[in-house]
């Protein structure tokens, strides 16, 4: 069975702190990995990786695939308030295009 | 520019009741995928079909809960005879292409059932 793990499971850091969130995962076929933010609604998409070692970056957020080590990080530098969420990991295997989802790790970044 | 419209945000049933959830993709959108989010867990596939097609519905339960997506109108995820256990966050997600193209799904805000 198709698996992805998130760790930790949840963080609280202090504002301006920068936090690496991890992912594994353990797929017959990986076509892609995605990481999403999950505020109290719909999930919203951050990055899609498809090559190893490539990142891929937006402002504070950046991300980078190992596809030897099946994992990936999400670093959030100078982190702020409105970081706080749950960020979720997830794998495309190419089967229907369905995604692999972790449980996600809950960002807490407190004044 | 709208994107995934689901409907009603939030919805209670007592037990044994039918639950109807609604979900419009973005427009242009022929993809539309159903996910169920249970608490302190992730997203699990449920189904994804195209226009008035089910192309996978291997992570829905067997009995009980059926989806289409007609010619016309939204997609339905309909769950008849509720119970506690369905009480989850069901979201919709929809693409152009089939895969998640460069920029993955796009997700509704979801419907949170609640059954009492």
């Known amino acids: 069975e198709d698996k992805v793990v998130q760790s930790p499971l949840s963080l609280v850091v202090h504002e301006g702190d920068t936090v690496t969130l991890n992912c594994s995962y353990e797929v017959t076929n990986f076509r892609s990995l995605l990481w999403y933010k999950q505020e109290k609604k719909a999930p919203t998409f951050l990055f899609m990786l498809?090559?190893?070692?490539i990142e891929k970056k937006s402002g504070r957020l950046s991300s980078i695939l190992d596809k030897k080590e099946l994992s990936s990080i999400l670093n959030i530098t100078a982190t702020q308030t409105g970081d706080s969420a749950i960020y979720l990991c997830a794998v495309d295997t190419g089967t229907a295009s369905k995604l692999t989802f972790g449980t996600g790790t809950r960002l807490q970044v407190t004044l | 520019n709208a994107g995934v419209m689901q409907n009603p945000r939030h919805l209670v049933r007592r037990r044994g009741q039918e639950a109807r959830l609604r979900c419009s993709p973005v427009k242009g959108h022929s993809h539309v995928y159903w996910y169920r989010q249970l608490p302190e867990e992730g997203l699990k596939f449920m189904v994804y079909?195209?226009?008035?097609?089910?192309?996978?519905e291997s992570g829905m339960p067997k009995e009980r809960f059926s989806a289409e997506f007609p010619k016309e109108g939204p997609s339905i995820l309909r769950i008849q005879q509720v119970v506690r256990g369905d009480s989850a966050a069901y979201f919709c997600?929809?693409?152009?292409?089939?895969?998640?193209?460069?920029?993955?799904?796009?997700f509704g805000s979801g419907t949170r059932l609640t059954v009492v």
């Open positions: 079909l195209q226009k008035e097609n089910i192309i996978d």
């Open positions: 997600a929809s693409s152009q292409n089939t895969g998640t193209a460069n920029y993955g799904y796009t």
């Open positions: 498809t090559s190893s070692g």
